[in-house]
């Protein structure tokens, strides 16, 4: 084992020496930073020609140049770490640590979401292969795919923001828009149900009726100016998810199961009133993370309770709908300060931003309040979340599809089937359990492209992460700053194939790491 | 010959395979493909949309060679050229309280708005100094796919090789191969791209896509490398070395046909990637430089535009998706054929045969 990890990482310094080396090069050729002086008339052009020339070695080739560059990198192993100076005098360390967090704060969120939805939606319609539904959702993941990311940005520009703002103004959906929500939303949850057609039509029409209430509930009583989810919506909420999560876990049939998971969302909707002194003007990041502890405990301590036996099953009951559960409290606290925040000088009633990653008007009382704070930056995240989320969401849809087909389609799962376990089981355990095993790959690579795939959605929605910081150092010929975006990234790809590996010997135990 | 047959005939129970099978009894494999892919009716729809949108943009404003100094062209079916500017057309063309510029493209018949169906001067409207838009769009359609051809073309034969002499021989060139391979894939495509096209950009659009391409074959050749692994081990190449064959022959005779499944398929993918990396660079300002035009930059000019005059945006927009989305359906049929694991779907009608073919439940 250690034999085998030391010469991968002796492999992955190669690489990143190699690829580095290239575009060093590459970048080094194919820019002339001297070229800004081309028309200039200022009578001291030769002395600041020289100068660029003096600061920036120009006059060393490349490719011994590149060595003086990596020096600094070598310089890690001793502690004399240094990524260069900016054209702008500024270490480069210290931009590119500006602008990694708020890279990680843009993607995160999107990876997420695409991860989970994609993975899901694309469980069902392998499950629910060549149905409705499956070829609906294949039509759209493949649109999805084709879809520019620059162009998607521009329409929600134009239909999330700039509309839905005009939208709060008066804030009434009109009876058509209120039909094919409705309409929509029916299909997509008939279609997640399945089943024969007579079942379609009942499911739909009760998901698209329980839709159109909703909805013109919320258009008469104005919620969008003034949202929230009250403790009703959180109970109702709960409910949801524990329903979920019995059906994942345990069955419907196992009445032990459905005890732990209605019982651990009660317990959510009596924690509510108790959970708000928690969440007080005053608090901090440290609340959320006591909620948190205090629901997920009482979760397990119902599921413990439950029953002596098969202890876990249920304590996995209570703890995931207890996880779930408390996401609506925390975003009900949130949406409380929404009618606050809107009507605000700094946002003047239009809250979803078009461009930024923060509000600069926001008066330091405000900055201080972790909730507006927090749906400040959750505002300035809705657009670029949906595009970022929208495109890498088809990539996940198909890739669990197949994954899961395929894994469906083994021999085992015949056994499985054969042994007369329920159809639950087998697809729970034996089938996503084993199609999950692939997708880690994915996953740990895509967290780490994800600096690279951030370059046009930062152009688009004026982020100063990662993106810009590329783009900056292309147009100014930056070359040291250019190598420290480039490095950064090359690093975290052979890290995550590493890592992607490790992981794909310990989660599978048919693969073995050869010594 | 044909694998299917030989599973079926080998196997005497009546099960789903053999249903599946007797569609395919007494047809070579490339007929099996071919037919697979014809009954794929989303594969087979885009290929006459891509077929159609390639005839009409490259016909319609003539093709154009060389840089954009002195170009060459062929003269095509548009009155319009890129560079005409018709301001009294744009002004005869507003809408919208003055809006100039505005589509004559009218598709609804006349008894919906009264109208009647019309082309008009400037069907896709004009741009805000009056160039026919029409004739940009179709310009830069032009370009995507070209780019999409010579990144396609280039990738798959650089990936091929490369995948190929891993795979074939193994040992100390696949190490090598694969570390440089490892290279180049660790750097991000729109990275490398940047640095291309900021440089390269201007020269016009053929170079930018062969740089490109030279970028792009990484994914293939890994794709390539492991079905020539698993292939080398099968018996039908011991039997032809066995039979005295040179590694050429082998190579090109008897594993590289069997490969042909994924490499096109991959290839299909590479190429839709490619026309959304063109215009995402030609987007950020790295790629096709005005005064030349490809869709990328359309959208990148008139973004902000949109809430004045969205055709601006929504022509060069839908051109972009249709062709992606075309490629794409185009490649998930092409994987649909080549696949021979792939289940396809039992429909009642067969079940009900196989019911009648065994005499028994299935």
């Known amino acids: 084992m250690f034999a085998y990890i030391s010469r991968r990482l002796g492999m992955m310094f190669v690489i990143v020496f190699g690829a580095s080396f290239m575009a060093y090069n590459l970048q080094a050729y194919s820019s002339n930073p001297l070229s800004i002086f081309g028309e200039s008339t200022e009578l001291n052009k030769d002395f600041l020609i020289a100068k660029m020339i003096r600061d920036l070695q120009l006059d060393v080739p490349p490719p011994l140049r590149y060595f003086s560059w990596l020096r600094g990198i070598i310089g890690g192993l001793w502690g004399d770490f240094n990524l260069g100076l900016s054209r702008s005098d500024i270490p480069v360390s210290e931009i590119i640590g500006q602008a990694i967090p708020v890279t990680i704060r843009l993607v995160i969120t999107a990876t997420f979401l695409a991860i989970i939805l994609g993975v899901s939606v694309g469980m069902i319609t392998a499950i629910r292969q060549y149905s409705r539904f499956d070829y609906v959702m294949t039509f759209i993941s493949f649109l999805l795919f084709s879809l520019p990311i620059f162009w998607v940005a521009v329409l929600l520009k134009e239909f999330m923001a700039i509309q839905f703002n005009d939208f709060l103004v008066d804030p009434v959906i009109h009876p058509v828009g209120i039909v094919i929500t409705a309409l929509l939303f029916g299909f997509v949850i008939a279609g997640f149900v399945g089943g024969k057609k007579s079942g379609f039509f009942s499911v739909f029409g009760g998901a698209a009726i329980f839709a159109g209430i909703v909805l013109s509930y919320l258009s008469a009583s104005r919620w969008f100016i003034e949202p929230s989810l009250g403790i009703f919506g959180v109970t109702f909420l709960a409910l949801c998810n524990a329903v979920l999560v019995i059906q994942l876990i345990s069955g419907v049939e196992n009445r032990k199961g459905i005890y732990a998971g209605f019982g651990t969302a009660i317990a959510m909707a009596a924690l509510y009133y108790p959970l708000q002194l928690l969440m007080s003007a005053s608090a901090s990041f440290l609340n959320v993370i006591a909620i948190f502890a205090i629901t997920i405990a009482a979760g397990c301590g119902i599921g413990f309770i439950v029953s002596p036996i098969d202890r876990r099953t249920y304590i996995r009951i209570g703890l995931f709908t207890a996880l779930l559960s408390t996401f609506p409290i925390i975003v009900d606290r949130f949406l409380r300060e929404f009618s606050e925040y809107m009507n605000s000088d700094a946002v003047g009633r239009r809250p979803i931003p078009t461009l930024g990653q923060a509000n600069d008007l926001l008066t330091p009382e405000q900055l201080n309040n972790y909730w507006i704070h927090g749906l400040d930056t959750a505002v300035h995240l809705v657009l670029p979340t949906i595009a970022l989320t929208l495109i890498s969401f088809a990539g996940y849809v198909r890739f669990a599809r197949g994954s899961l087909l395929e894994v469906l389609n083994m021999d085992y799962i015949r056994t499985a089937r054969a042994k007369g376990l329920t159809e639950r089981t087998v697809i729970v355990r034996h089938g996503m359990r084993n199609a999950m095993l692939p997708l880690t790959t994915i996953l740990v690579n895509d967290f780490a492209g994800l600096f690279g795939g951030a370059i046009i959605t930062e152009g688009v929605f004026a982020w100063r992460g990662m993106g810009q910081v590329f783009n900056n150092a292309i147009r100014n010929y930056d070359l040291n700053l250019f190598m420290g975006v480039f490095i950064i990234s090359a690093f975290l790809t052979v890290m995550a194939n590493f890592v992607a590996d490790l992981l794909y010997g310990v989660v599978d135990p048919r693969i073995r790491i050869r010594k | ?362």
């Open chain 2, 1 to 362: 010959m044909s694998n299917v047959n030989q599973a079926a005939g080998s196997n005497p129970e009546k099960n789903e395979n053999e249903i599946q099978s007797r569609d395919t009894v007494g047809l070579t494999q490339k007929q099996i493909i071919v037919k697979r892919f014809v009954k794929h009716k989303a594969a087979m729809g885009s290929l006459f949309g891509l077929i159609f949108i390639f005839i009409f943009v490259f016909t319609a404003t003539g093709l154009q060679f060389g840089n954009s100094q002195n170009p060459t062209t062929v003269p095509g079916w548009w009155k319009f050229k890129i560079t005409d500017i018709d301001p009294e057309g744009a002004i005869a063309a507003s809408c919208n309280g003055g809006v100039t510029g505005c589509p004559t493209l009218d598709l609804a018949p006349s008894f919906l708005d009264g109208d009647g169906i019309r082309i008009g001067a400037h069907p896709f409207g004009t741009d805000i100094i009056g160039t026919d838009y029409f004739a940009l769009v179709v310009r830069g359609a032009q370009q995507s796919i070209l780019v999409m051809l010579i990144v396609g073309f280039l990738g798959i034969v650089l990936g091929t090789t490369i995948g190929a002499i891993a795979g074939f021989y193994g040992g100390l060139i696949d190490a090598v191969l694969m570390r440089l391979t490892d290279m180049f894939l660790v750097t991000p495509t729109l990275i490398i791209g940047s640095v291309i096209g900021y440089r390269f950009g201007n020269f016009g659009v053929i170079p930018l896509a062969l740089l490109l391409g030279f970028f792009a074959w990484m994914g293939l050749a890994r794709f390539v490398r492991t079905e020539f692994l698993t292939l080398r081990e099968r018996e039908f190449v011991d039997a032809a070395r066995v039979a005295g064959a040179s590694d050429r022959r082998i190579i090109f005779k008897h594993i590289l046909p069997n490969a042909m499944g994924i490499i096109i398929v991959s290839g299909t993918l590479l190429a839709s990637g490619a026309i959304l990396a063109e215009s995402a660079l030609s987007y950020l300002g790295f790629g096709v430089k005005p005064p030349d035009v490809s869709l990328g930059l359309l959208i990148s000019q008139y973004q902000d535009s949109f809430s004045i005059s969205p055709w601006l945006f929504w022509w060069p927009g839908t051109l972009i998706v249709s062709i992606a989305l075309f490629v794409n359906f185009i490649g998930d049929g092409l994987r649909d054929a080549f696949d021979p694991r792939q289940r396809r779907h039992i429909s009642f009608k067969d079940r009900r045969n196989a019911k009648e073919l065994n005499g028994k439940r299935p």
